[in-house]
């Protein structure tokens, strides 16, 4: 035992004073051998380094498309993912032993034999030519260096060229290889490589220069890559020096044959092949989408967005962006490529990317909040626009979903769901009869032209088929403001306020969200959308009604797995009950007045939209809504299974209005958009609601 922790010693002494030489360092002082002691040469393998017991590598992440096989982009940091050696080519394996420790099945992690031939051979040629590295301590070296949690400064200091630190690598070396077979450092040094070209791994390096997996790798191509690990920033035959390259690959094939891993014929083969490279570029977060999909962009700077906000992935929204980047995730989105490009055809056919008025539109899943497409005419780029064009023809601004500079759009009368929705909640039932007038003094207090005497006074665009008696069906097909206006008095602004936030619509202009927090009760005008909204926010809150009450918050996955393979549960789709049900179906009946359907009592007269029921062939529901001026237009559409919100404006002068005629072409494009999205699902009806929610007054509560 004694002369086996002798024997130790002197080998751990030797190799630390010729790796010293062949660093050009001083030799090791006198004080730091007989230091070392018995204990440091004997470091059990569950003292080392967490970095060392389960290397925190960092990997790139992978978004796809709902069908789970279609990229849209990925996050990284750096170009990495993890393979199994079983799924590197046998001739790759060789290759990296022969190019980097021709003796690695021999030693134990420490090669002396080697130290001594590099000393030599490196004392005689007068330069460093030869490194005296086992791949173990090279693996330990690349750990240490490499883990994302280290600052700058602490990965120079885990490579820097001293003494210390190349005993500090030999003892780790001598620690794994106690521990862990052969073929594990192996495969854990061939998937923490630096290869050149941004590529850290095999797999990286083998997609980055041929296009191919590891497993596919010919001779050729194996020496190659393994010749770069030396020097990969000036060897990289894609942006450095390619006949460095192919010198390190002869040397590679060279080794190769005398280590008789590959005859020399074989090798003369390869050696007389050219360079054939197929460079091939991992994309890289969300202006990275694949050519001819530049629309992709917006759901995937949504969905970035959304994992910020996620607390699985770390306390901080850089936190969460740098687990993105680093954690090697497999994502599944919600995106559906086939109504993703039905949805964006039809925005284009209303307004062209280098046209000032845009039309962002949502498409959302009921009972899951899964959002299966975002689109906008705009280019999704950080190009520079001409003078004056903030937003178009390129922007990376949210324009469909809001955030950062973007506020939203008034949604004119799609909000009158909300005050119909407080009515229903309050007790009163659908057949709440008002007659309308065409103007009607109310006792909220506005200014400006929406004012008679201090009071809100909102007028029918239409007297003709607005005006006189009207019902909850009759008013909302028809759009009757005044009738809304009297029903918002009566169950109170501040219940069709709270009625909008708890369906998912988010105040993010800072003057709405002061009033709805301190002015709710004298909020009259939010019935007849005021407030800034997004096509996403008010495609959720319908998809709320279509799924009987259910409120689900917008989500872009459908399923997250960590490097590992295990699922994340921040994936799943998180919903609560926020209507009662009945108040949900009776709205749904009201909303298929306004788009040509007829609700389940038959009591539907008159519609904004007539054509939409017959053009889709299968029960809808739905409204639009015109803002002050026809400044905006918006059209909401939904089924049970789907629901599309349409929203027209310039976001870059809100005072364009876009008028009146875009409405009928935006009706028109959200039916083709649900005919494309359900062409291969059943029809289904929505459910009636109760006769007391139709007919019966319940003891409603009112605010006055």
Known sequence: MIRAQLDKLLTVVIAGVLAGLVLAVAALPAALVFGIGFSALSTPYSELPNTLLTPPTAQRSNLYANDGTTLITSFYQEDRVDVPLHEVAPVMRQAIVAAEDVRFYQHS????????????????????????????????????????????RQRQAATE???????????????????????????????????????????????????????????????????????PDSDDPINGDADSALRRRTYVLEQLVESDQVPADVAAAAQAEPLELQPDETPNDCTAVPDGHNDWGFFCDWFTRWWSSQSAFGSTADERQRTLRRGGFSIVSSLD????????????????????????????????????????????????????????????????????????????????????????????????????????????????????????CPANASPSSMDGPRTMWTAFGRSVNTYFAWLTERVGADRVVEMAERLGIVLRADSDARLARDGAKDWGPFTLGVAATTPLDLASAYATVAAEGTWCAPLPVVSISDSAGRPVDAAKPYCRQVLDTDVARAAADAARCPVGDQSMYGRCDGATA?????????????????????????????????????????????????????QARMVGAVGEVLTAALRDQPVQDFVPPSERAAYQVTGARTGN
Request: glycine share 10%.
């Open 109 to 152: 992690g420490v090669d002396l034999r080697g130290v001594v031939r590099a000393f030599t051979v490196n004392k005689r040629d007068g330069q460093t030519r030869q490194g005296a590295s086992t791949l173990t301590m090279q693996y330990v070296r690349n750990v240490l260096s490499s883990d994302p949690r280290l600052t700058e």
């Open 161 to 231: 060229v001293t003494t210390a630190r190349k005993i500090q690598e030999m003892r780790y070396a001598l620690a794994l290889e106690r521990e862990l077979d052969k073929e594990e450092i192996l495969t854990r040094y061939l998937n923490i490589a630096y290869f050149g070209a941004g590529a850290y791994g095999i797999a990286a390096a083998s997609k980055r220069y041929f296009s191919r997996t590891p497993a596919e790798l010919t001779l050729a191509q194996a020496a190659l890559l393994a010749g770069l690990v030396r020097s």
């Open 337 to 456: 490529p086939g109504v993703q490009r039905a949805t964006n055809e039809q925005v284009l056919r209303i307004y062209r990317p280098t046209e000032a008025r845009a039309v962002p539109t949502a498409v959302v899943q009921p009972g899951t909040g899964r959002v299966l497409a975002m689109a906008v005419n705009r280019t999704y780029g950080v190009a520079d626009n001409p003078v004056g064009q903030k937003n178009y023809p390129n922007t990376v601004n949210q324009l469909v979903a809001g955030g950062g500079a973007i506020d939203g759009y008034q949604a004119g009368s799609t909000f009158k769901l909300f005050a119909m929705l407080a009515a229903l909640e309050s007790g009163l039932p659908l057949s709440t009869d008002f007659v309308a007038p065409t103007q009607l003094v109310t006792r909220f207090p506005v200014s400006g032209q929406a004012s008679c005497d201090g009071r809100w």
């Open 610 to 662: 007539p054509g939409l029921r017959a053009k889709l062939g299968r029960p809808v529901a739905g409204k639009t809504g015109s803002s002050e001026r026809y400044e905006t237009e918006t059209v909401v559409a939904f089924t049970p299974q789907l629901a599309v919100a349409s929203m027209a404006a310039n976001p870059d002068d809100p005072r364009d209005a876009v008028g009146q005629a875009v």
